[in-house]
């Protein structure tokens, strides 16, 4: 009985990533929020942690030299989607496209700048899997978290972020790390920290811990206009010492008839209300 050769992933044979960044002359730019990873195991652990990619479109937001990307390929994504700001990378890229057997396709597009649902249109993306820049991270989940159309067009994020971000997005009411990020995720979806990683890993070291975060939508988030929760959760906690008819004085001619209308003491403060409390209000606001 003949068995089945199973060919080996042209990726496979790349050198690796740090001799392909020497050769290149690359080097994090701070500014843009880069640290390289370049162990491949952890990389092929993240895009596993993502769940099985094979018939998915990944959308990848900086992938830097590529090495999660390296990863996501091997790890049998059928198609990687990869936005890369630093043309500095083209060449690498470029090269890694071509291992890529036409599995890989490269925008040189400012990831804040994208409108995320006509690009899913065109490239058929599916699920969110990146190491997001440091300095723009929060900023593009607050994007995908606040889409008007709901279920979105991804099945689920997998970022890496800083691991105070992953805290926030888990953050119960009434603990420190409770924000609008925490009211904005949990009303929308399910998120969870799948693990962290300690600085040593990346290149440069960034000064703190990070944090693999899985967001999954909820199919249903219910009635409430999303952009009309994130203004009342942007005044709440835009001055969360102050009392909710005090903060809220700038989103309501009378903030005290709002809050006693939704069932809400005045007197407290934004991080004492929980995710249905702040849906409840944005329902009244509404109306």
Same mark, same amino acid.
């Given at each position: 009985?003949? +068995? ?5 992933? /042209? ?14 002359? +690359?080097?994090?730019?701070?500014? +843009? ?36 990307? #390296? ?25 890694? =496209? =071509? ?6 396709k ?56 800083? #691991? ?8 119960a009411?009434?603990t ?13 979806? $399910? ?7 300690? /600085?040593?890993?990346?290149?440069? /070291? ?7 975060? =899985?967001?999954?939508?909820?199919? =249903? ?23 909710l ?5 700038g989103?309501? $001619? ?5 809050? $006693? ?27």
């Amino acid at each position: 009985m003949l +068995l089945a050769v199973t060919e080996p992933d /042209p990726i496979a044979s790349l050198p690796p990533l740090r001799e392909a960044i020497k050769a290149a002359g +690359l080097s994090a730019k701070k500014s +843009l929020g880069q640290n390289f990873l370049l162990d491949l195991n952890i990389a092929r652990r993240i895009a596993r942690a993502a769940g099985p990619l094979k018939g998915v479109t990944v959308l990848e937001i900086g992938p830097g030299p590529g090495g999660l990307t #390296r990863a996501l390929l091997l790890e049998g994504a059928t198609r990687v989607i990869a936005v890369e700001r630093d043309e500095r990378f083209k060449s690498t890229l470029e090269h890694l =496209e =071509e291992y890529s057997g036409g599995r890989l396709k490269v925008l040189f597009q400012d990831a804040l700048q994208i409108n995320y649902d006509v690009l899913s249109a065109q490239q058929r993306v599916q699920r969110v899997i990146a190491n997001l820049p440091y300095n723009i991270g929060t900023a593009l989940i607050l994007g995908w978290l606040t889409e008007e159309r709901w279920p979105p067009w991804f099945d689920k994020l997998v970022v890496m972020v800083q #691991r105070e971000v992953g805290e926030r997005l888990i953050a119960a009411a009434g603990t420190k790390n409770y924000g609008r990020l925490a009211v904005l995720a949990q009303f929308r979806g $399910q998120p969870r920290i799948l693990f962290t990683l300690p /600085p040593s890993v990346f290149v440069p /070291p960034p000064k703190v811990s990070s944090a693999l975060v =899985e967001f999954t939508p909820r199919i =249903e988030p219910g009635a409430v206009p999303i952009k009309l929760l994130e203004k009342l959760t942007a005044a709440a906690f835009g001055q969360r010492r102050k009392m909710l008819r005090s903060s809220l004085a700038g989103i309501s $001619q009378n903030p005290a008839v709002l809050l $006693q209308r939704s069932d809400i003491d005045p007197s407290r403060r934004a991080q004492e209300l929980s995710v249905d409390e702040f849906a409840r209000l944005a329902t009244t606001l509404a109306r």
